[in-house]
Protein backbone atom coordinates (compact mmCIF):
# COMPACT_ATOMS: atom_id res chain seq x y z
CA UNK A 1 0.00 0.00 0.00
CA UNK A 2 1.32 3.03 -1.08
CA UNK A 3 -0.19 6.51 0.05
CA UNK A 4 0.00 9.54 -2.59
CA UNK A 5 -0.57 12.59 -1.09
CA UNK A 6 -4.25 12.40 0.20
CA UNK A 7 -4.85 9.54 -1.93
CA UNK A 8 -4.39 5.77 -0.52
CA UNK A 9 -3.57 3.70 -3.49
CA UNK A 10 -3.69 -0.55 -2.84
CA UNK A 11 -2.11 -2.53 -5.73
CA UNK A 12 -4.87 -4.64 -7.36
CA UNK A 13 -5.35 -7.65 -8.84
CA UNK A 14 -5.18 -6.30 -12.60
CA UNK A 15 -2.75 -3.85 -14.43
CA UNK A 16 -4.87 -0.93 -12.82
CA UNK A 17 -4.26 -0.16 -9.05
CA UNK A 18 -7.64 -0.01 -6.63
CA UNK A 19 -7.33 3.85 -5.36
CA UNK A 20 -9.34 4.18 -2.09
CA UNK A 21 -10.17 7.59 -1.29
CA UNK A 22 -10.48 9.57 1.76
CA UNK A 23 -12.88 11.71 3.02
CA UNK A 24 -10.46 14.53 2.08
CA UNK A 25 -10.72 13.49 -1.39
CA UNK A 26 -14.13 15.38 -1.48
CA UNK A 27 -13.20 17.88 -0.33
CA UNK A 28 -14.68 20.94 -2.76
CA UNK A 29 -12.32 24.12 -4.34
CA UNK A 30 -14.23 26.48 -2.06
CA UNK A 31 -14.71 26.31 1.96
CA UNK A 32 -17.65 26.26 3.32
CA UNK A 33 -19.29 30.44 3.99
CA UNK A 34 -21.43 28.91 6.77
CA UNK A 35 -21.83 30.38 10.29
CA UNK A 36 -19.82 28.80 13.01
CA UNK A 37 -21.26 26.34 14.32
CA UNK A 38 -23.64 25.57 11.54
CA UNK A 39 -25.37 21.94 11.86
CA UNK A 40 -24.60 21.80 7.95
CA UNK A 41 -20.74 21.08 8.53
CA UNK A 42 -21.96 17.86 10.00
CA UNK A 43 -23.66 16.76 7.02
CA UNK A 44 -20.95 17.88 4.83
CA UNK A 45 -18.66 15.92 7.14
CA UNK A 46 -21.00 12.65 7.06
CA UNK A 47 -21.51 12.48 3.32
CA UNK A 48 -17.38 12.83 1.89
CA UNK A 49 -17.29 10.09 4.32
CA UNK A 50 -20.01 8.44 3.64
CA UNK A 51 -18.95 8.23 -0.56
CA UNK A 52 -15.21 7.57 1.07
CA UNK A 53 -16.14 4.81 2.89
CA UNK A 54 -18.38 3.19 -0.43
CA UNK A 55 -15.67 3.32 -2.70
CA UNK A 56 -17.00 5.66 -4.83
CA UNK A 57 -14.70 8.62 -7.08
CA UNK A 58 -16.16 11.93 -7.41
CA UNK A 59 -17.12 11.84 -11.52
CA UNK A 60 -19.26 8.62 -10.44
CA UNK A 61 -21.74 11.31 -8.58
CA UNK A 62 -23.86 13.90 -8.93
CA UNK A 63 -25.08 16.23 -6.59
CA UNK A 64 -27.74 18.40 -7.16
CA UNK A 65 -28.89 21.12 -4.69
CA UNK A 66 -32.15 24.21 -4.85
CA UNK A 67 -31.57 27.33 -3.01
CA UNK A 68 -30.87 28.10 0.21
CA UNK A 69 -27.89 28.01 2.58
CA UNK A 70 -27.60 23.99 2.93
CA UNK A 71 -28.08 24.24 -1.07
CA UNK A 72 -24.56 25.65 -1.39
CA UNK A 73 -23.20 21.79 -0.26
CA UNK A 74 -22.40 20.65 -4.07
CA UNK A 75 -19.63 23.93 -3.86
CA UNK A 76 -18.09 22.19 -1.02
CA UNK A 77 -17.74 18.65 -2.19
CA UNK A 78 -15.55 17.11 -5.15
CA UNK A 79 -17.89 15.61 -7.34
CA UNK A 80 -20.78 16.87 -10.35
CA UNK A 81 -22.64 19.35 -8.87
CA UNK A 82 -25.47 21.17 -9.61
CA UNK A 83 -26.77 24.35 -7.80
CA UNK A 84 -30.92 24.38 -9.38
CA UNK A 85 -33.37 26.54 -8.83
CA UNK A 86 -35.12 27.01 -5.61
CA UNK A 87 -37.27 23.92 -4.76
CA UNK A 88 -36.67 22.51 -7.67
CA UNK A 89 -33.67 20.46 -7.67
CA UNK A 90 -35.64 17.32 -7.35
CA UNK A 91 -36.86 17.43 -10.38
CA UNK A 92 -33.61 18.49 -11.94
CA UNK A 93 -31.94 15.37 -10.67
CA UNK A 94 -34.74 13.34 -11.82
CA UNK A 95 -33.95 14.36 -15.05
CA UNK A 96 -29.48 13.54 -14.65
CA UNK A 97 -30.53 10.03 -13.13
CA UNK A 98 -33.10 8.99 -16.05
CA UNK A 99 -30.38 10.53 -18.55
CA UNK A 100 -27.49 8.59 -17.17
CA UNK A 101 -28.56 5.85 -14.63
CA UNK A 102 -24.82 4.78 -14.04
CA UNK A 103 -24.22 8.50 -11.59
CA UNK A 104 -25.47 8.13 -8.15
CA UNK A 105 -27.69 10.95 -7.66
CA UNK A 106 -27.53 12.78 -4.55
CA UNK A 107 -30.16 15.52 -3.74
CA UNK A 108 -29.21 18.45 -1.03
CA UNK A 109 -30.97 21.34 0.73
CA UNK A 110 -33.01 22.36 3.05
CA UNK A 111 -36.06 22.09 4.73
CA UNK A 112 -37.88 25.48 2.93
CA UNK A 113 -36.81 24.22 -0.42
CA UNK A 114 -37.81 20.60 0.30
CA UNK A 115 -40.91 20.76 1.64
CA UNK A 116 -42.17 24.18 1.04
CA UNK A 117 -41.06 25.31 -2.28
CA UNK A 118 -40.67 22.10 -3.57
CA UNK A 119 -43.34 20.25 -1.98
CA UNK A 120 -44.96 19.30 -4.89
CA UNK A 121 -42.37 17.37 -6.49
CA UNK A 122 -40.90 15.92 -2.91
CA UNK A 123 -44.80 14.13 -3.26
CA UNK A 124 -44.36 12.93 -6.72
CA UNK A 125 -40.29 11.83 -6.71
CA UNK A 126 -41.79 9.56 -3.72
CA UNK A 127 -44.98 8.01 -5.27
CA UNK A 128 -42.53 7.53 -8.43
CA UNK A 129 -39.60 6.01 -6.81
CA UNK A 130 -37.02 7.34 -8.05
CA UNK A 131 -33.62 6.24 -7.18
CA UNK A 132 -32.02 9.44 -5.60
CA UNK A 133 -30.84 9.75 -2.10
CA UNK A 134 -32.27 12.95 -0.90
CA UNK A 135 -30.52 14.51 2.37
CA UNK A 136 -32.46 17.62 3.55
CA UNK A 137 -30.81 19.45 6.39
CA UNK A 138 -33.59 20.27 8.36
CA UNK A 139 -33.12 23.54 10.56
CA UNK A 140 -36.90 24.50 10.74
CA UNK A 141 -36.25 27.89 9.89
CA UNK A 142 -35.48 29.76 6.38
CA UNK A 143 -31.99 30.48 7.31
CA UNK A 144 -30.73 32.25 4.22
CA UNK A 145 -33.02 35.12 4.00
CA UNK A 146 -32.19 35.67 7.78
CA UNK A 147 -34.89 33.97 9.96
CA UNK A 148 -38.40 33.08 8.74
CA UNK A 149 -40.75 30.41 9.49
CA UNK A 150 -40.19 27.29 7.36
CA UNK A 151 -42.88 24.01 7.00
CA UNK A 152 -41.17 22.40 9.77
CA UNK A 153 -41.33 25.49 12.26
CA UNK A 154 -42.85 24.34 15.65
CA UNK A 155 -46.62 25.45 16.28
CA UNK A 156 -46.37 28.62 18.28
CA UNK A 157 -42.22 29.44 17.34
CA UNK A 158 -41.29 32.96 17.58
CA UNK A 159 -39.50 34.48 14.89
CA UNK A 160 -38.94 37.25 12.50
CA UNK A 161 -42.14 36.94 10.16
CA UNK A 162 -44.05 35.48 13.12
CA UNK A 163 -43.22 37.99 16.25
CA UNK A 164 -46.28 36.43 18.20
CA UNK A 165 -45.43 33.08 17.63
CA UNK A 166 -46.55 30.58 14.54
CA UNK A 167 -49.96 29.35 14.10
CA UNK A 168 -49.20 26.76 12.07
CA UNK A 169 -48.51 22.92 12.39
CA UNK A 170 -45.12 21.62 11.54
CA UNK A 171 -45.00 19.11 8.42
CA UNK A 172 -43.85 15.66 9.35
CA UNK A 173 -41.15 14.91 6.96
CA UNK A 174 -40.57 11.18 7.79
CA UNK A 175 -44.78 10.46 7.77
CA UNK A 176 -45.44 12.50 4.44
CA UNK A 177 -42.16 10.25 2.81
CA UNK A 178 -43.79 7.04 3.93
CA UNK A 179 -47.43 8.05 2.97
CA UNK A 180 -46.45 9.28 -0.11
CA UNK A 181 -44.23 5.96 -1.65
CA UNK A 182 -41.09 6.35 -0.38
CA UNK A 183 -39.14 3.11 -0.13
CA UNK A 184 -36.20 4.08 2.46
CA UNK A 185 -37.04 7.07 4.97
CA UNK A 186 -34.22 7.95 7.76
CA UNK A 187 -33.66 10.68 10.12
CA UNK A 188 -30.05 11.67 10.97
CA UNK A 189 -28.91 14.37 13.38
CA UNK A 190 -25.77 16.89 12.88
CA UNK A 191 -24.29 15.88 16.05
CA UNK A 192 -24.19 12.18 15.58
CA UNK A 193 -21.90 11.55 12.52
CA UNK A 194 -21.29 8.21 12.47
CA UNK A 195 -25.03 7.47 12.71
CA UNK A 196 -25.51 9.66 9.42
CA UNK A 197 -22.68 8.28 7.83
CA UNK A 198 -23.73 4.86 8.29
CA UNK A 199 -27.57 6.56 6.75
CA UNK A 200 -25.91 8.14 4.01
CA UNK A 201 -23.87 4.85 3.25
CA UNK A 202 -27.34 2.84 3.23
CA UNK A 203 -29.42 5.58 1.36
CA UNK A 204 -26.96 6.11 -1.61
CA UNK A 205 -26.72 2.18 -1.95
CA UNK A 206 -30.71 1.53 -2.05
CA UNK A 207 -32.03 1.45 -5.07
CA UNK A 208 -35.23 3.98 -5.14
CA UNK A 209 -36.47 6.76 -3.30
CA UNK A 210 -34.30 7.61 -0.08
CA UNK A 211 -34.72 10.42 2.14
CA UNK A 212 -32.53 10.92 5.05
CA UNK A 213 -34.48 14.19 7.05
CA UNK A 214 -31.19 15.38 9.27
CA UNK A 215 -31.72 17.91 12.18
CA UNK A 216 -29.20 20.67 11.36
CA UNK A 217 -29.23 23.29 13.59
CA UNK A 218 -29.04 26.72 12.38
CA UNK A 219 -26.93 28.62 15.19
CA UNK A 220 -28.20 31.97 14.28
CA UNK A 221 -31.88 32.44 13.61
CA UNK A 222 -33.55 28.73 15.52
CA UNK A 223 -32.97 29.09 19.39
CA UNK A 224 -35.31 26.96 20.04
CA UNK A 225 -34.47 23.91 18.03
CA UNK A 226 -29.95 23.58 18.82
CA UNK A 227 -27.95 20.94 19.35
CA UNK A 228 -28.17 20.88 23.54
CA UNK A 229 -32.28 20.63 22.21
CA UNK A 230 -31.74 17.25 20.20
CA UNK A 231 -28.79 16.54 22.37
CA UNK A 232 -30.97 15.60 25.08
CA UNK A 233 -33.73 13.78 23.37
CA UNK A 234 -32.28 11.84 20.36
CA UNK A 235 -32.51 8.37 20.73
CA UNK A 236 -31.47 5.99 18.12
CA UNK A 237 -33.82 3.41 16.61
CA UNK A 238 -31.36 0.53 16.38
CA UNK A 239 -31.00 0.83 20.02
CA UNK A 240 -34.80 -0.50 20.36
CA UNK A 241 -35.10 -3.37 17.87
CA UNK A 242 -37.48 -1.06 15.46
CA UNK A 243 -38.95 -3.36 12.46
CA UNK A 244 -37.87 -1.14 9.85
CA UNK A 245 -40.73 -3.01 7.09
CA UNK A 246 -43.51 -1.98 9.36
CA UNK A 247 -44.75 1.33 8.33
CA UNK A 248 -47.31 1.76 11.02
CA UNK A 249 -44.76 1.33 13.87
CA UNK A 250 -42.33 3.89 11.46
CA UNK A 251 -44.99 6.47 11.52
CA UNK A 252 -46.15 6.37 15.29
CA UNK A 253 -42.24 6.94 16.49
CA UNK A 254 -41.61 9.46 13.52
CA UNK A 255 -44.79 11.74 15.38
CA UNK A 256 -42.82 11.47 18.48
CA UNK A 257 -42.22 15.27 19.48
CA UNK A 258 -41.30 15.63 23.33
CA UNK A 259 -38.22 14.30 25.58
CA UNK A 260 -37.79 11.37 23.30
CA UNK A 261 -37.12 12.09 19.40
CA UNK A 262 -36.08 9.51 16.70
CA UNK A 263 -33.31 9.55 14.70
CA UNK A 264 -32.58 6.04 12.54
CA UNK A 265 -33.85 4.17 9.90
CA UNK A 266 -37.80 4.72 9.95
CA UNK A 267 -38.70 2.47 7.07
CA UNK A 268 -37.25 0.45 4.06
CA UNK A 269 -39.00 -1.49 1.59
CA UNK A 270 -36.96 -3.71 -0.66
CA UNK A 271 -39.70 -4.98 -2.89
CA UNK A 272 -40.69 -1.91 -4.89
CA UNK A 273 -38.54 -1.46 -8.15
CA UNK A 274 -37.17 1.93 -8.86
CA UNK A 275 -39.32 4.16 -12.22
CA UNK A 276 -35.73 3.39 -13.54
CA UNK A 277 -35.48 -0.08 -13.58
CA UNK A 278 -39.46 -0.07 -14.28
CA UNK A 279 -38.33 1.72 -17.41
CA UNK A 280 -37.24 -1.29 -20.45
CA UNK A 281 -35.15 1.59 -22.46
CA UNK A 282 -32.71 1.88 -19.77
CA UNK A 283 -32.30 -1.68 -19.91
CA UNK A 284 -31.66 -1.91 -23.60
CA UNK A 285 -27.82 -0.43 -23.36
CA UNK A 286 -25.39 1.87 -22.24
CA UNK A 287 -27.03 5.08 -19.88
CA UNK A 288 -29.40 7.64 -22.56
CA UNK A 289 -27.10 10.24 -22.09
CA UNK A 290 -24.12 8.14 -24.02
CA UNK A 291 -26.20 6.70 -26.78
CA UNK A 292 -26.26 8.52 -30.44
CA UNK A 293 -28.82 11.18 -30.81
CA UNK A 294 -29.23 9.98 -34.31
CA UNK A 295 -29.11 13.28 -35.45
CA UNK A 296 -26.01 15.62 -37.47
CA UNK A 297 -24.14 17.76 -35.79
CA UNK A 298 -26.37 20.72 -37.65
CA UNK A 299 -29.51 19.20 -36.72
CA UNK A 300 -28.39 18.72 -32.48
CA UNK A 301 -26.84 22.45 -32.70
CA UNK A 302 -29.92 23.76 -34.31
CA UNK A 303 -32.07 22.37 -31.65
CA UNK A 304 -30.19 23.40 -28.62
CA UNK A 305 -30.03 26.66 -30.68
CA UNK A 306 -33.78 26.29 -30.47
CA UNK A 307 -33.69 25.70 -26.43
CA UNK A 308 -31.43 28.59 -25.12
FE1 LIG B 1 -26.30 27.75 9.01
FE2 LIG B 1 -28.25 29.33 9.92
FE3 LIG B 1 -25.87 30.37 9.39
FE4 LIG B 1 -27.44 29.56 7.40
S1 LIG B 1 -27.87 31.25 8.83
S2 LIG B 1 -25.24 29.16 7.61
S3 LIG B 1 -28.44 27.76 8.32
S4 LIG B 1 -26.33 28.84 10.97
Known sequence: MTTIKDVTVEDGAGDLPTIQLTARDFKGPVDPDWCAGCGDFGVLNSLQRACAELGLKPHEILIVSGIGCSSNLPGYFNANGMHTLHGRSLAVATGAKLANHDLNVIVTGGDGDGYGIGGNHFTHTARRNIDLAYIVMNNQIYGLTTGQISPTSSDGMKTKSTPFGSVERPV????????????????GFSGDIRQLTGLMK?????RGFALIDVFSPCVTFNHDNDHPFFKERVKKLEDEGHDTE???SACEKAMMWGDTIYTGLFFRTPDKPSLGARE???????P????????SSEQAEKMIQRMM
Do not use: Y
Not at 202 to 206: D, F, G, L, Q, Y
Not at 280 to 286: A, C, S
Not at 289 to 294: F, K, M, S, T, V
Open 246 to 248: DWK
Open 288 to 295: LAHRPLGL
Open 280 to 286: PVLDQGP
Open 202 to 206: AAIEH
Open 172 to 187: NPITSAIMNGATFVAR
